[in-house]
């Protein structure tokens, strides 16, 4: 008979044995309720810019294509020290930790107990027995083990539903990335535009305080009017007011950039306050495929992991319809000696199989069933949803990057036409052949024609990083750096 319970409990593992490759609860599948589209239908607004064959498969780390080591540097910076990212990445490793947990509860649990003890029981727990003889002494020490036999699969659903939970967090991350990098390259090609933009308004401000100065030698000498004057000054206070909205949203800007490089506000103002050109335009773009995208895009990657878990969390949810068998056991020593512990006579052991069946709340079960079905329907609607924005974000990109372009040319050719006609209109009127109307006009036109060109070129750079964003393409595996003890602490 002492060999009873241990050939139950071999049974009950060669049994777990021989179902461990079934689970309760439905598997997995990519959905397929949205028909996707072979090909973008916005991608003929930037035909003529389309990558060729060679330069398709190069797309690593898109903001170096601009060619501007000060971009290139606070990019990197942010990828290592943007303080959001930290925090994803902290998230991250957070569920690996925890993933790594509920691998564990495949195997056995092994615990260790030591126990001395020194009793002495009452004189009414034992009436007539002498004092010294209700002293007592006991030792114990020993190994325990309990696994839960994973014949429905419960166990294995919960590790497959932290598994995808795992990839969703680190999907997250790379999605994250992504963002803060194209705000990095946004926010550094609004600086440049915003300091383009602050340079037509000084230098449109000099050529206007020369025309003042000339209208004023002329009233003087007692040609033109008074009237001529005023409409002078008007015009060149008009165009020095725009200085101080323009670096007030400079200072803001560069404020904002340090932040996403993990600095205070005013870290980079020294090194970006000077000038510089925007950054050349990249001929050629590769939109690729809508296909090509879904896989590519980490936000839809982290939508498809999160349905994974919920789905996998509907089998955590029906295993409870069905009993849970537990095999336990102990060895262990036990004596009233010290020395006799782990003695022959002294040696104890337990093999046992537990059954836990909660057959009288099946109402329960089947609510917290219900309420799975119903988070991974609600997982499937965001999924969906997520392809529709990822698809919608791409061909919205497509269509403003392509008509910023034409734009763009358009108001180059204008830019230069008004700054020709100022610089003739200036001419004629020294020369008496027009009068201040038409030069005032002109520099007028001309302030407008530079600022809109400094505008467009702003907005087909950060066009262009919205494509790419977008398109979720050329994105380093690159991680932050953990500051403080805290991160790395057993």
């Known amino acids: 008979m002492r060999n009873v319970p241990n050939k139950t409990a071999l049974a009950a593992a060669v049994f777990a044995f021989v179902l461990s490759a079934c689970a309760i609860g439905p598997d997995h599948v990519r959905p397929s309720s949205l028909a996707v589209p072979e090909k973008f239908v916005e991608a ?12 398709r498969n190069d797309q690593s780390d898109f903001w170096r294509r601009l060619g501007d080591a000060q971009l290139t540097a606070l990019v990197e910076q942010a990828l290592l020290a943007n303080h959001d990212l930290r925090i994803a990445l902290a998230n991250a490793e957070r569920a690996q930790a925890l ?20 009793v002495r029981a009452s004189a009414d727990q034992q009436p007539g027995v002498a004092r010294a003889d209700r002293d007592g002494r006991q030792y114990d020490a020993g190994i325990r083990a309990a696994w839960e036999l994973d014949l429905f699969g419960r166990v294995r659903r919960q590790v497959e539903a932290g598994r995808a939970g795992t990839d969703a967090a680190n999907a997250d991350f790379r999605a994250l990335q992504v963002a803060i990098v194209a705000e990095v390259a946004r ?6 535009g915003l300091q383009e933009q602050l ?35 008007a015009l060149l206070a008009g165009t020095q007011s725009r200085a101080p909205a323009l670096e007030a949203r400079i200072a803001i800007t560069l404020h904002h950039l340090a932040v996403l490089i993990g600095q205070p506000p005013g870290a980079v103002t020294e090194a970006l306050k000077w000038r510089e050109p925007l950054p050349a335009l990249p001929g050629v773009v590769d939109p690729g495929t809508p296909g090509d995208l879904l896989r590519r895009r980490p936000d839809v990657a982290a939508a498809e992991y999160r349905l994974h878990a919920a789905t996998a969390r509907i089998g955590v949810a029906k295993a409870d319809f069905f009993p849970r068998f537990t095999l336990g056991g102990l060895i262990g020593s036990q004596a009233v000696d010290r020395d006799a512990l782990f003695g022959r006579d002294s040696e104890t052991r337990l093999v046992a199989l537990g059954v836990d069946w909660s ?8 609510a917290r069933v219900a309420a799975a079905d119903a988070d991974a329907a609600a997982e499937l609607a965001r ?25 763009d040319e358009h108001l180059a050719r204008a830019a230069g036409d008004s700054a020709r006609a100022a610089q003739l209109a200036r ?7 027009t009068d201040l109307f038409e030069v005032l006009d002109a520099e007028r036109s001309n302030l407008q024609a530079q600022d809109a060109l400094a505008q467009s070129r702003t907005r087909s750079l950060t066009g262009w990083v919205a494509l790419y964003q977008a398109l ?3 994105w380093p595996d690159t991680r932050p750096t953990h500051t403080g003890v805290a991160a790395r602490s057993p």
């Open 199 to 233: 340079r037509v308004a000084q230098e449109s401000a000099e050529s206007q305080a020369e025309t003042l100065r000339l209208v004023e030698m002329g009233f003087q000498a007692g040609r033109g009017t008074e009237f001529d004057t005023a409409r002078a000054r």
């Open 427 to 433: 001419i004629r009127y020294e020369n008496g052949a």
């Open 383 to 407: 999924y969906e949803q997520t392809v529709l924005h990822a698809l919608a974000d791409t061909e919205d990109a497509l269509v403003r990057y392509g008509n910023a372009r034409v734009e």
């Open 99 to 118: 993933q790594r947990g509920t691998r564990l509860d495949l195997l056995p649990t092994v615990t260790g107990d030591a126990q001395g003890s020194d």
């Open 359 to 366: 057959f009288l709340d099946i109402g329960r079960v089947r």
């Open 472 to 474: 979720a393409g050329g």
């Open 44 to 55: 003929g607004a930037i035909e003529p810019l389309m990558a060729t064959s060679a330069e």
């Open 187 to 192: 926010d550094y090609i609004e600086l440049r």
